[in-house]
Structures are given as structure tokens and as C-alpha cells.
């Protein structure tokens, strides 16, 4: 199988790493990295340093380019940049794309798929969600640090026969992986907390366990998840009947010193992914009709403070 990784982030370097330590260089295979900057010119120099929770491995791709039409046609690509830069790295994926190529996403997000669709001119493009918490330490460095570091994916349409070589692929590679039929519940599932707790984190400033603990934030939290929730439902996505007090859970998981990644951003004046977030919300509940009042409170809160 012909794989291309574009973007070598935290995700797409922690998976792709997986998969070029299983195929590069073995008959039948090859796995290429599309990356940029200084990052992809360590990568080219000494290969990718992984540092996972289970120890350390350099790895090195069969190629290492930032133009996709070095690369050329594949049968998997899977697509890891930042929300922010979708739309750009995705219209120069067309050298990578057949009819047959599975493209799959694995970012942030419940409407990934339905962007990339109207962007890519071939390909069958997947759902797709991963648990890690990993980042760039350096050029050529990505440390994973936390998360399962599942990868569960799928078609929309629920036919998963032709994904089952994928699924088969990725474990061979020693990726932990769930192929769905039903992925828009697991990707609202994961929203359904995600989201909420980036923007309050976003907003307050407080780590995950400080939200928690504090009376106003924490019931902020259960709101916004509950208007998730009820996003969904309008939306048709048949999420269990318990998914605030699941979500609530999930977060109480996470280590209580845990900051989110839009939050640090925030922090930092960096570029963000407040429209993946609370702005999708927002204008799909303005479209749909159903009223998101402490969401339209956030994302005006957070916006005001990117001008």
C-alpha cells in the first residue's frame, strides 16, 4: 500500500511514525511524509525521533517532500494538519488522489469530511477521530505523552466492507484502531466534551481539574454540553441518552493540570481552532434553528479577545 502523511504534527507524526516503522522500505509499501519548514528538513537530515510513553524510536519515511506531486498517486492518505490550514493543504492534494484512494482525516471536528468532499477532486473520503495527546517538541521530534492513542474511523455511509483492508493494515502496524459503521457518533461523542472544555479553558484560563472545581465554569461545561448534545440530535446523530454525564466523565479523567490545545494558543497569540470548535456550533444552530445561547455568549467572549 502507497500511504502519504500530510502534516507531521502531533497526531500525524505519532501515526505516521506507527506506519513508516511497520512499511517503509518493505516490498509493496511505502509511506511518505509531507511536511514543511525546518521540521521537515530534520526529518530529511535524521529521520523522526517518536518519543512515546513506551519509549523512543527514530523512524525514517521512504520520502520526505513539501509537494505532493513528488509523491504522486496513493492508496491511503492520511490527512493531519490543523483545521485552520484544511483548506489550503487540501487543494493540493490532487497528485496524491485516484478514484481509490481512501482519504482520512484525523482531526478535531464533526464536519471534517463534508469540507474535504467539497474541496478534493477524486477519492473516498473517510471519518475519522483519534485519543492522544501528543505534540512538536523540536524538528524532527513529536512526543506522545497521553490518550490511548486509538484511531477510530469510517465511512458516512456506514458501509464498512471496503474499509476492512484498511482496518487490517493499520493493526498489522500496531495501531490501535475501531472501524465504525455509525462514525458520526463517536466524532459528536468526542465534540460533545472536546469543544466545551477547550472554550472554557479558553475563556477562564483554568486547567482542566481548576474548571472542574469551580462552581460557575463547571456548570458552564455541563451547559455547553448539553446544547451539544441537543446540536446532535437536530442533526440526527443518535448519541446515548446519557452523553452530558459521560462527557463529564471523560474530562474528570484527564490529569487535573491538563490545559487544551486551543487554550495554550490563546495563551500564546497563536493561530487557533475557535471556528472548529465553538464557531461550528454556533452557525449550525443559528442554521438548524435550535438555540445555543451559552455558545453565542462564548464565542463572542472568545472572539473579542483575537481582535
Not at 535524521?46 to 506531486?69: F, H, I, N
Not at 491511503?76 to 483548506?87: P, R, S
Not at 487540501?90 to 478535531?108: E, I, M
Not at 498489522?172 to 465534540?191: E, F, H, N, Q, R
Amino acid at each position: 500500500m502507497r500511504v502519504a502523511v500530510v502534516g507531521l504534527g502531533g497526531v500525524g507524526g505519532y501515526f505516521g511514525g506507527r506506519l513508516a516503522r511497520a512499511y517503509a522500505g518493505t516490498p509493496g509499501h511505502s509511506v511518505a511524509f509531507i511536511a514543511r519548514g525546518v521540521h521537515l528538513a530534520a526529518i530529511r537530515q535524521q529521520g523522526l525521533l517518536l518519543k512515546t510513553v513506551a519509549g523512543e524510536e527514530r523512524v525514517a519515511p521512504d520520502a520526505a517532500t513539501d509537494d505532493p506531486a513528488e509523491v504522486g498517486p496513493c492508496d491511503l492518505v492520511l490527512f493531519a494538519v490543523k483545521e485552520y490550514d484544511l483548506e489550503a493543504a487540501a487543494a493540493r492534494l490532487a497528485p496524491l488522489l485516484t478514484t481509490a484512494t481512501l482519504l482520512l482525516p484525523v482531526l478535531n471536528g464533526v464536519d471534517i469530511a463534508e469540507r474535504l468532499r467539497a474541496i478534493v477532486p477524486a477519492g473516498d473520503v473517510l471519518s475519522g477521530l483519534v485519543y492522544i495527546s501528543s505534540f512538536v517538541e523540536a524538528p524532527g521530534v513529536v512526543r506522545q505523552v497521553g490518550g490511548s492513542c486509538q484511531l477510530v474511523f469510517g465511512p458516512d455511509d456506514g458501509r464498512i466492507d471496503r474499509c476492512r483492508p484498511l482496518e487490517s493494515f493499520l493493526r498489522d502496524a500496531g495501531i490501535d484502531c475501531a472501524l465504525s459503521d455509525a462514525i458520526a457518533v463517536p466524532l459528536w461523542t468526542k465534540y460533545l466534551f472536546v469543544s466545551p472544555m477547550a472554550g472554557v479553558t479558553s475563556l477562564t484560563g483554568l486547567s482542566f481539574g481548576e474548571v472542574m472545581a469551580d462552581a460557575k465554569a463547571g456548570q458552564m461545561v455541563r451547559g455547553l454540553m448539553a446544547e451539544v448534545e441537543r446540536l446532535a440530535r437536530a442533526k440526527g446523530v443518535a448519541l446515548p441518552a446519557d452523553s452530558v454525564g459521560r462527557g463529564i466523565a471523560t474530562v474528570e479523567k484527564f490529569p487535573p493540570a491538563t490545559k487544551s490545545s486551543l487554550q495554550l494558543d490563546f495563551a500564546k497569540g497563536r493561530r487557533n481552532e475557535l471556528e472548529l470548535f465553538i464557531g461550528f456550533a454556533v452557525r449550525a444552530g443559528r442554521s438548524l434553528g435550535v438555540p445555543l445561547p451559552l455558545h453565542e455568549e462564548l464565542y463572542a467572549a472568545l472572539k473579542s479577545k483575537t481582535t
